[in-house]
T-cell receptor, first 108, second 112 residues
């Protein structure tokens, strides 16, 4: 059964704006991961946040985790055309479960 | 360069003709897994392996087989492919001590 659910399913923003994607899950986790996938290609790991962490940064990426609400958000600041991709959250507990992804399109 | 490789990248075949998709990683990872990705369904795990000679079913194992005779290789075998196995397949690996998965480039399989 699908655990991570991303929201929104699709997002279009202007280059330079910030993009926020959300992920909700159902059961307890050890960590939560975000991945990026360019069209038809393999997933690339972006960032991992452990269950005892609340916020993590990596370059233009900021991830938050609220275990009480079973939710996470991924913020991409100052978006670029190269950020156009699908973004997946994955919850890592007994096994890893991927959400269905948010398709992000950066408009020039 | 640390990587996961898959072959072939594209394959068109006919129903019932056995095929194997190879997966190899050069990071000495214990854990390897196979996923299929379908529109509207996301990534679903087919099989995984915690180490050599240790394999287990994922969420959608029907119609697939795997083997793990060596640490670096984890082939996916379709003994009798059917059209509903038309999909994009990904192999991934990770060290048991880390959560990050490393994905291969994908194999697009079409079964007619």
């Amino acid at each position: 059964s699908q655990q991570g659910e991303e929201d929104p399913q699709a997002l279009s923003i202007q280059e330079g704006e910030n993009a926020t994607m959300n992920c909700s899950y159902k059961t307890s986790i050890n960590n939560l991961q975000w991945y990026r996938q360019n069209s038809g290609r393999g997933l690339v790991h972006l960032i991992l946040i452990r269950s005892n962490e609340r916020e993590k940064h990596s370059g233009r990426l900021r991830v938050t985790l609220d275990t009480s609400k079973k939710s996470s958000s991924l913020l991409i600041t100052a978006s670029r055309a190269a950020d156009t991709a699908s973004y997946f959250c994955a919850t890592d507990g007994d096994k890893i479960i991927f959400g269905k992804g948010t398709r992000l399109h950066i408009l020039p | 360069e640390a990587q996961v490789t898959q072959n072939p990248r594209y394959l068109i075949t006919v129903t019932g003709k056995k095929l194997t998709v190879t997966c190899s990683q050069n990071m000495n990872h214990e854990y390897m897994s196979w996923y299929r990705q379908d529109p509207g369904l996301g990534l679903r795990q087919i099989y995984y392996s915690m180490n050599v000679e240790v394999t287990d079913k994922g969420d959608v194992p029907e119609g697939y087989k795997v083997s793990r005779k060596e640490k670096r290789n984890f082939p996916l075998i379709l003994e009798s492919p059917s059209p509903n196995q038309t999909s994009l397949y990904f192999c991934a690996s990770r060290s048991t001590h880390q959560g990050e998965r490393y994905f291969g480039p994908g194999t697009r399989l079409t079964v007619t």
